[in-house]
């Protein structure tokens, strides 16, 4: 068999072969990194960050995860409890209803408000928008998938 | 010394959570999964030199190394780049799209050089040279984009404005554009000529990611009932209506049937990912083939592409030319191809494909490295498309998500319609194949795709901003009203 011409062959396959090494490599990085993802705990409706809390409670920057009915208020028995005098005991629901996150006002005395204006019954809220209870300001934020 | 000597610490002051996060100090990060890749991506395109060196000259040599060298070292600059700026961002991109432009380089010091000769400072540069100039801008910046870029706030906040400026440049092109085949695409201002439907799409994937994450609840909602179907309430139909007209208004004026394919495309795929409901790409669909069909009949530039893609055999010299001979290279290189330097034969002295360099670099790239290699690449465009629905999934908000999914998916469709253009799996349309066909507004848009999903991909980056705009607009109008 003719020497150059075979090393020439070998070298063409060789090609080949380094495309579909950083092809493997490539996946298995991304599998990686999917099982990692799989295995957060990951919250499936959406988090709700707080944004600004002038009496700390709860703190700014805490991440909560949604249930698909989340009751906000001063009162402990709701899923978040907002303790600030600006806050009634029962204040505001947020409710998941099969497409998107709504929320609804439940006769607080300061009125909650979506991205600054209020809400006058039950109104949407998207994510990326900020809600306000009280002086508490919080960030509806996409579950991380 | 005592504690009491220690200075008293300042008392500390709140954060304010919602203030746009300042550039703290820089602290390089080193990227092994980057550095790893990119090392295989080097390995790569010397044994591809190599192998394009013993096809075109017999030689077991570099082929021509200077321009190699000068493409891996731009790459290696931008790894370089993004170590010392110590975001944390996307490790896979920068390899991917390496990969796929050392591919183009090879494929285009493998074709004939006088395809392409630009004057530059007086020298006369070819096809190869001009090439390398695009690459190396394309990766400067792919690198800049990712490392500054930090906010979305000027993307997010001043949708109608990307959106006016991105009609001003299709009309510029309608009034201005010169005619290349027919297809008025090329807008030459000065000294400079682009393609200027190359940046339209990615104004396009911007504008779309911020309407519909604005509107998306109200997208969602099922009020209007047409048979079977449940419409969302009629005036936010109006956009759908509206880009449809606007696909059409292209393959009238531009005669460019690609890019009205690609917008489209993108637009149905970023509705669904923003409703999740099939009734509306359903809707898209129906409205989609009825145009074709339309056009088919009053354009006989489109329906000379149908009857081309249904039959290119029935006048194999004319007409079907292009496709057949691209048909006739994919067929040659087999599974494992003819090897690099030594497909394309001459025909009178000529390549077989006129266009190969721009519209079947696939075609070329199938006959010399085979069905395997062609499926190598076609894996490649996969992969990024799955980096930037990963990036969407793991956005915090819906501007991000939809942004990062709808840039993956403008380059996966485009990728798409050309390859399946090249296979005769879809009439052949004019749109370039990213990152290894020829052509600079084309590298540098797609690199500006890439760019934005590396900075779109950091995790630890500041929190979008409240969205206040609404409220504001919704504010005076109340005023108004009061």
């Given at each position: 068999m003719d020497g150059p011409l075979l090393v020439l062959w070998l070298v063409r396959l060789g090609f080949l072969l380094l495309l579909y090494i950083f092809l493997f490599r490539v996946v298995r990085t991304l599998l990686r990194d999917l099982r990692a993802a799989a295995r957060e705990p990951t919250t499936t409706l959406g988090r709700l960050v707080v944004v600004a809390s002038p009496d700390h409670e709860?703190?700014?920057?805490h991440v909560f995860a949604l249930d698909a009915i989340t009751t906000l208020g001063r009162d402990v028995n709701n899923s978040i409890v907002v303790d600030d005098p600006f806050a009634s005991a029962e204040h505001a629901v947020l409710t998941f209803r099969g497409n998107g996150w709504y929320v609804e006002d439940l006769?607080?005395?300061?009125g909650s408000f979506v991205n600054g204006h209020p809400v006058d019954g039950v109104a949407t809220i998207g994510f990326g928008d900020e809600l306000q209870v009280g002086q508490v300001r919080f960030r509806l934020e996409r579950p991380r998938a | 010394m005592t504690a009491d000597a220690l200075p008293e610490r300042p008392a500390a002051r709140p954060i304010r959570r919602s203030a746009p996060r300042t550039l703290g100090p820089i602290r390089p990060r080193w990227r092994w999964v980057e550095t790893k890749l990119l090392l295989i991506v080097a390995a790569a395109l010397l044994v591809g030199s190599v192998s394009l060196s013993g096809g075109l000259t017999g030689a077991l040599a570099l082929y021509d190394p200077q321009t190699l060298s000068v493409y891996l070292a731009a790459l290696a600059t931008g790894h370089i780049a993004f170590v010392l700026a110590?975001?944390?961002?996307?490790?896979?991109l920068l390899p991917v799209m390496g990969l796929l432009g050392g591919i183009s380089l090879l494929l285009m010091q493998r074709?004939?050089?006088?395809l392409v000769t630009q004057h530059w400072f007086g020298n006369e540069v070819g096809l190869a040279q001009v090439q390398l100039v695009w690459l190396v801008l394309g990766i400067a910046i792919t690198s800049v984009t990712g490392i500054v870029v930090r906010s979305d706030s000027w993307l997010r906040r001043y949708k109608y404005t990307w959106a006016a400026a991105g009609v001003g440049l299709l009309l510029l092109t309608f009034v201005f554009g010169s005619e290349v085949n027919g297809q008025r695409l090329t807008l030459s201002i000065g000294p400079f000529s682009g393609q200027p439907s190359e940046f339209l799409k990615v104004i396009l994937v911007v504008f779309l990611a911020g309407y519909l994450s604005e509107n998306r609840s109200l997208l969602m909602e099922q009020d209007t009932r047409v048979g079977p179907l449940r419409l969302p309430p009629v005036p936010y139909l109006a956009p759908m209506v509206a880009m449809w007209a606007i696909a059409l208004g292209i393959v009238v004026i531009q005669r460019d049937l690609g890019a009205a394919l690609l917008f489209f495309g993108v637009f149905l795929a970023m509705l669904y990912v923003a409703t999740s409901r099939v009734s509306l790409v359903i809707i898209g669909l129906i409205l989609f083939v009825l145009g074709s069909i339309l056009m088919a009949n009053l354009f006989d530039n489109v329906r000379e592409r149908f009857d081309i893609w249904l039959d290119p055999f029935a006048d194999p010299l004319g007409s079907g030319y292009q496709v057949v001979q691209g048909l006739h290279a994919f067929a040659r290189g087999?599974?494992?191809?003819?090897?690099?330097?030594?497909?394309?034969p001459l025909i009178n002295g000529n390549i077989p494909i006129p266009e190969v360099h721009t519209d079947f670099p696939l075609a070329a790239l199938g006959e010399e490295l085979g069905l395997v290699g062609v499926l190598a690449i076609l894996g490649l465009y996969l992969v990024l498309v799955e980096r930037g629905l990963r990036i969407g999934a793991a956005a915090a908000d819906d501007f991000r998500a939809l942004l990062a999914v709808g840039l993956a998916l403008v380059i996966g469709i485009q990728a798409f319609i050309i390859a399946a253009g090249n296979l005769k799996v879809l009439p052949l349309t004019g749109v370039t194949l990213p990152f290894?066909?020829?052509g600079g507004s084309s590298i540098i848009a797609n690199s500006l795709v890439v760019g934005l999903l590396l900075a779109l991909s950091d995790k630890g980056v500041e929190p979008p901003p409240p969205p206040a705009e609404r409220s504001r607009w919704d504010r005076l109008r109340r005023r108004g009203a009061a």
């Open positions: 709860p703190p700014a920057g006769g607080s005395t300061n | 110590g975001r944390r961002t996307d490790q896979i074709l004939p050089q006088d087999g599974l494992f191809g003819v090897g690099l330097g030594n497909g394309l290894i066909s020829y």
